[in-house]
């Protein structure tokens, strides 16, 4: 287990010197340990069961003509002893409770006073989740011929599971023995759609010899990725529960309660992407009944094209010139929206992505380049 020791306002000359006792390293381990009061520990267990995943797939594939191929395949995986995260030392909600009682409430010190005062949250490890995949891979391939090459692949897929978290950080379970409260689209890496899309294409070798010079051996190629969104949990923001648990969006999270048929507008934007009328902060001491990650978020689009010609000049020699667009249609791809429930900009996409697993920087505008280079 780890120790951690929080302070605040301190001086880095003697950053120990408003804290009882002074300097509480390195510790000293005897058969009587001074614990910190409310002192937040990680326990990695030493029973946890390792994880395995269990592999299916089935493949068709069928050729038409001398070029084309065409294939179907299914996907499947289920993973068995998921590792997440749990509070085991949660505050209980009584009531009257207040975020300034939350270390009496505790699990531990409801048990004992005397002794749970040394400890807040326990962060341990969690081996009981599962997750599981299945995905339809549909593929077309046209060998080069005539000038001409075509790739292409379509994926419908779906990803299920409880929350995981490896490092023992922030809890990945919201409520204590409750690992199906998270279980839901696997948040982030989850996206149903997603298309690839490449081709090759050169210009023959002309008879007409000025025909020939001009026209000939060039090389035109595209490649077309898109995906649709991953799948994000909102968040209140507050400890509605009382239970001295911190929110994020990426684990587990105090989920508000949805109130509306829907939780998105009648028209979305990157202004209202979602509706903040649709949700209701939950009532004290309770967890909302919003499902984990059930926010789609924004698609992304990248289309890259480039022109290519090599000159010949002497023997082994050669001028290649190149012309290349990236995001050749301009295309904005959004970042994700704004889920916490108690900011001012809740519901909406104030940026564009990042990174969206379509190579390259999908938040930048067309790019055009020229480029030349001389080989001998």
Not at 299 to 312: K, Q, S
Request: include cysteine.
């Amino acid at each position: 287990m780890e120790r951690l020791v929080q302070l605040s306002g301190v001086s880095f000359d003697n950053p120990y010197q408003n804290y009882a006792g002074g300097n509480p390293f390195p510790y000293i381990f005897t058969n009587s340990v001074n614990f910190n009061n409310a002192g937040q520990y990680w326990n990695g267990t030493s029973t946890r069961k390792p994880m395995y995943m269990q592999q299916w797939n089935l493949s068709i594939q069928k050729q038409f003509g001398d070029n084309w191929i065409v294939s179907a395949n299914y996907l499947g995986n289920e993973v068995v002893h998921q590792w997440g995260t749990v509070d085991i030392n949660p505050a209980v909600y009584s009531p009257g409770a207040t975020t300034t009682t939350t270390q009496a409430r505790r699990v531990l010190s409801l048990a004992s006073p005397a002794k749970g005062q040394y400890y807040s949250q326990i962060n341990t490890l969690y081996d009981g989740g599962t997750q599981s995949y299945n995905g339809l891979l549909l593929s077309i391939q046209r060998r080069f011929n005539k000038g001409l090459t075509i790739q292409g692949n379509y994926t419908l897929s779906h990803c299920i599971g409880t929350g995981q978290n490896y490092e023992l950080t922030s809890p990945s379970i919201t409520i204590l023995n409750n690992a199906a409260y998270d279980r839901g689209n696997c948040i982030t890496v989850d996206r149903r759609h997603i298309l690839n899309v490449s081709m090759v294409a050169e210009t023959p070798r002309f008879s007409n010899r000025t025909t020939r010079m001009l026209a000939s051996g060039w090389k035109f190629s595209t490649n077309i990725s898109a995906q649709s969104g991953t799948w994000l949990s909102v968040g209140t923001g507050v400890d509605s529960a009382f239970s001295g648990q911190t929110t994020s969006q990426t684990t587990a999270s105090q989920r508000p309660d949805l109130i509306l048929a829907s939780q998105y507008p009648e028209h979305q934007s990157v202004k209202q992407w979602i509706n903040p009328l649709a949700f209701a902060v939950p009532a004290p001491g309770t967890y909302g009944n919003l499902g984990s990650a059930t926010v789609l978020g924004p698609g992304a689009l990248n289309i890259n094209m480039a022109l290519v010609r090599a000159f010949p000049v002497r023997e082994k020699q050669r001028l290649e010139t190149r012309v290349e667009m990236f995001n050749a249609i301009n295309t904005v791809n959004l970042a994700a929206p704004n889920l916490m429930q108690n900011t001012s900009t809740f519901g909406q996409i104030t940026s564009t992505a990042t990174s969206s697993g379509l190579g390259g920087s999908p938040g930048d505008p067309r790019i055009f380049q020229i480029a030349m280079k001389y080989v001998f």
